[in-house]
């Protein structure tokens, strides 16, 4: 059922606590754990502890939670003292994006200068 833990996605074995995690921000519906191939001095990922497939996907069934997600997102800037210098929020939407994992998350990045442009 929409919503429901799968049994093969890695982000709901890590909300089970099934893989490891450096998790540095949770609440009642969130996570927020360092990426484990980073891309920039500070990124973390935030994803709602709900399953669904991508950000879209969330934000069409549970409003609520999506909005929690952007700001878990910035609170994660902030702890991280990225939010001076600017830093971005990225949601890979599909395999021809980049997405890898299909359970809905946010990319937190920042603590160095980042490229201009959107691609
Ligand atoms: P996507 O490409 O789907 O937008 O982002 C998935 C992200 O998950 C990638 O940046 C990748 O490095 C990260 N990732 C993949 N496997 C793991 C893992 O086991 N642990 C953590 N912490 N991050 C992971
Ligand atoms: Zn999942």
Redesign the pocket.
């Known amino acids: 059922m929409a919503g429901e833990a799968q049994p093969d996605c890695?982000f709901c074995k890590?909300v089970a606590g099934e893989?490891p995690?450096?998790v540095v921000r949770e609440t009642e519906r969130t996570v927020a754990?360092?990426?484990?191939?980073p891309?920039a001095p500070t990124?973390v990922?935030v994803i709602p502890k709900v399953h669904y497939p991508n950000a879209a996907a969330l934000a069409a069934a549970d409003p609520a939670v999506t909005a929690e997600l952007l700001t878990e997102a910035g609170r994660v800037a902030e702890d991280e003292k990225i939010d001076g210098n600017g830093y971005r929020m990225?949601?890979?939407t599909g395999a021809g994006a980049?997405?890898?994992?299909?359970h809905a998350?946010v990319?937190v990045l920042g603590g160095a200068p980042l490229r201009e442009g959107l691609v």
């Open positions: 890695l890590i893989i995690a450096t754990f360092r990426d484990i191939n891309q990124h990922l990225i949601f890979n980049g997405q890898t994992v299909f998350h990319h």
